[in-house]
């Protein structure tokens, strides 16, 4: 069984930046996904970043260029830098992890004014 526990948002003001981070505990795959989801208010949960234990990562069109993944193996963390935020991204952000099974984190509320 794994646990995750995402901290890091908050509100912020459109162009600015957030970090997003997940701690992840218990019994860890050695190769494992771990990746970003959002859900807007009425929306259906969506992709964002995902990042391998090898380091390949992957982006939703809409955030490249713009957030960051990466990951600590040693510490079992993901992060997700955020810059230039625009309201639209204003969601729950959850963190899951998956490799023979998948675990979600509880979410974190991003909200971006205008």
């Known amino acids: 069984q794994v646990q995750l526990v995402e901290s890091g948002g908050g509100l912020v003001q459109a162009g600015g930046s957030l970090r997003l981070s997940c701690a992840a505990s218990?019994?860890?795959?050695?190769?494992?996904?771990m990746a970003w989801f959002r859900q807007a208010p009425g929306k259906q949960r969506e992709f964002v970043a995902s990042?391998?234990?090898?380091?390949?990562?992957g982006y939703v069109d809409s955030v490249k260029g713009r957030f960051t993944i990466s990951r600590d193996n040693a510490k079992n963390t993901v992060h997700l830098q955020m810059n230039s935020l625009t309201p639209e991204v204003t969601a729950v952000y959850y963190c899951?992890?998956?490799?023979?099974?998948?675990?979600w984190g509880q979410g974190t509320q991003v909200t971006v004014s205008p």
């Open positions: 990042i391998t234990t090898g380091g390949v990562t």
């Open positions: 899951r992890y998956s490799s023979s099974l998948v675990t």
């Open positions: 218990g019994s860890i795959s050695r190769i494992n996904t």
